[in-house]
């Protein structure tokens, strides 16, 4: 009896949880594949987007390599212009020296030593530094070349005398000094 009085009629029971869960998923969803359809166009439009996206990346990439060798071409180019023109006033003397007529020994010397300097000066603003190891310093392969070894009273392996000046460029010898070495007691 007490299965009649709870649920007099089972099988109206099930047809009302029918009904409820069928307006609840019409309340949902009306149509499934109206749903796909949907959720396909939106899909298809965030594709579109993200591979409008995808290319305009890969274009500001390609402007970006193009624009860094353009660069690296112009750097290549125009890599010795500062130093060009840093040697400028040392042509500028140079020429100004062999257009005066009559020139003295004394006025030789005095405009060979000005144009030397600027040179100098030219140099080493563009770190262009002179190797010239005084006499008794430690011989140093990386910096010099030994020319010739020497008996000599200082100690073995030392710069006895500079025979050529060497350069360096930020830390890269250009050229080794040339020098003569005591010889091993």
Do not use: C, W
């Not at 949880?17 to 359809?37: F, G, H, M, N, V």
């Not at 020994?105 to 030397?116: D, H, K, M, V």
């Not at 140099?123 to 020497?150: C, M, Y």
């Amino acid at each position: 009896m007490s299965d009649t009085t709870q649920n007099p009629n089972p099988q109206a029971l099930s047809d009302e949880e029918s009904a409820a869960t069928a307006s609840a998923q019409t309340a949902t969803s009306t149509d499934p594949l109206a749903d796909a359809q949907a959720e396909l166009v939106n899909l298809k439009a965030q594709n579109a987007d993200l591979a409008d996206q995808f290319l305009r990346a890969q274009a500001d990439v390609q402007n970006a390599r193009r624009r860094a060798d353009d660069e690296i071409a112009k750097a290549r180019k125009f890599a010795v212009e500062g130093f060009a023109d840093s040697l400028l006033p040392v042509l500028d003397s140079l020429e100004a020296g062999l257009a005066i007529p009559n020139v003295t020994i004394e006025q030789i010397r005095e405009g060979s030593e000005a144009t030397l300097r600027q040179l100098k000066s030219a140099l080493e603003r563009n770190k262009v530094l002179e190797i010239a190891p005084a006499a008794g310093t430690k011989f140093d392969p990386h910096h010099h070349q030994a020319i010739s070894v020497v008996p000599a009273d200082q100690e073995a392996n030392t710069v006895v005398n500079v025979l050529q000046k060497g350069y360096s460029i930020a830390d890269r010898v250009l050229r080794p000094a040339l020098v003569t070495v005591t010889a091993p007691k």
